[in-house]
């Protein structure tokens, strides 16, 4: 039997964390999840909270915290627009403050310690798809620079602490993920769209629907997170984990309207500030060092999101608490 290791998710409430832990506790792992639910809710873990190997601790990453763990999955952050635009200096405090209390702890217990980086490390691209390489175009003034520019600094701290202390550490930069579990109002397109469609209101586009992104099911991003944990010490990263599947938003708008058999109508409204034009990973790193590519087609991902949106009661979701 593998080894068994106490490990830490801050964020672990969240809809990559609550799948995360899920699968620790399967492994047979001892986890802690941390988190201060301002985008999550407990019903995300109740399945697990009576778990032996598992315990849920209500505690902001801003504050110190002092645990004794193996590993540590540092995924706490709001992640979608609307959430992270919420309150943007709680956002970049979240990314550089609780780097630094995680990092600390790597460093106290010799803990291994991965952060959850994302695609919006590169801004709005000008190269395509986007190599681990390439250094980003982000404005630093605009409304998505509290997540861009935490997540940008977050990984500066990761690499410093590493270099510095010789924390062992991993960075992987998450692209657009779905699947169950997202919060049915954070805003991000895919929930939006499912749940617009299911509810009979109109699907929003915003601007005429050419931008592109490149969505990854949960659980090929789940298994790229665990096999980064687990790969060569020698490879820290960063590595993009994604699916290399370009669609434009217009492209998912008639998807989820074919699939869900909905007759509503899509609508366009205005294009957010920074929006980026275009992403795709390019994941010849992940591929080359993890031997790690995704398995989930769109279409397959989305019916599993769309049957999972069937089955919830959207009364028991609230938009994020004020937390200021
Ligand atoms: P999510 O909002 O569902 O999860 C984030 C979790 O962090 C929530 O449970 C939230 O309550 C918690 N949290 C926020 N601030 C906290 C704080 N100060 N202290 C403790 N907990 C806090 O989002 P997600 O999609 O599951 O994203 C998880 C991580 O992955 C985030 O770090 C996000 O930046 C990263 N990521 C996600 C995507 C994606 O497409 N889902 C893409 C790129 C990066
Ligand atoms: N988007 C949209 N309608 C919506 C929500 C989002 O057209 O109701 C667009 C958004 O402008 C962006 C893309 O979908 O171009 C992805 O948005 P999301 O918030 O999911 O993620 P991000 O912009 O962070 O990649």
Not at 156 to 180: A, Q, W
Not at 270 to 275: K, M
Request: aromatic share 8%; net charge neutral; proline share 7%.
């Amino acid at each position: 039997m593998a080894e068994i290791k106490r490990v830490l998710v801050t964020g672990g409430a969240g809809f990559l964390g609550s799948h995360l832990c899920e699968r620790l506790v399967s492994d047979g792992h001892d986890v802690i999840c941390l988190d201060n639910f301002f985008t999550s809710q407990k019903t995300n873990l109740s399945h697990l909270l009576g778990k032996p190997n598992f315990e849920l601790i209500r505690h902001d990453v801003i504050c110190p915290i002092h645990l004794e763990v193996d590993e540590i999955y540092n995924l706490a952050c709001p992640a979608a627009p609307g959430h992270y635009q919420f309150n943007p200096i709680k956002t970049i405090k979240t990314s550089v403050v609780g780097s630094i209390n995680m990092l600390g702890m790597a460093k106290r217990c010799g803990a291994k310690i991965l952060q959850a980086s994302t695609s919006e490390i590169y801004g709005n691209p000008e190269v395509h798809p986007q190599p681990e390489s390439y250094h980003g175009n982000v404005n630093t003034l605009g409304p998505r620079a509290c997540y861009d520019e935490g997540k940008r600094a977050a990984e500066t701290l990761f690499m410093d602490y590493h270099r510095m202390n010789k924390v062992n550490i991993r960075i992987v930069r998450i692209f657009n993920t779905y699947g169950p579990r997202m919060h049915p109002y954070d805003g991000r397109v895919v929930s939006n769209f499912i749940r617009q469609a299911l509810t009979g209101q109109d699907i929003t586009i915003f601007g005429d629907g050419s931008q592109t992104r490149s969505f990854c099911y949960r659980d090929d991003l789940i298994e790229g997170m665990i096999a980064m944990m687990n790969g060569p010490d020698d490879f820290v990263g960063p590595v993009n984990i994604g699916n290399p599947g370009e669609f434009t938003i217009r492209e998912l708008a008639e998807l989820v309207i074919e699939m869900t058999g909905s007759n509503v109508k899509l609508i366009e409204q205005p294009l957010p500030a920074d929006d980026p034009t275009r992403r795709r990973p390019d994941i010849t790193l992940a591929k080359q060092k993890l031997g790690w590519q995704p398995k989930v087609t769109l279409r397959d991902g989305l019916k599993a999101t769309i049957d999972w949106f069937r089955s919830i009661d959207l009364s028991h979701y609230r938009p994020p608490t004020p937390n200021f």
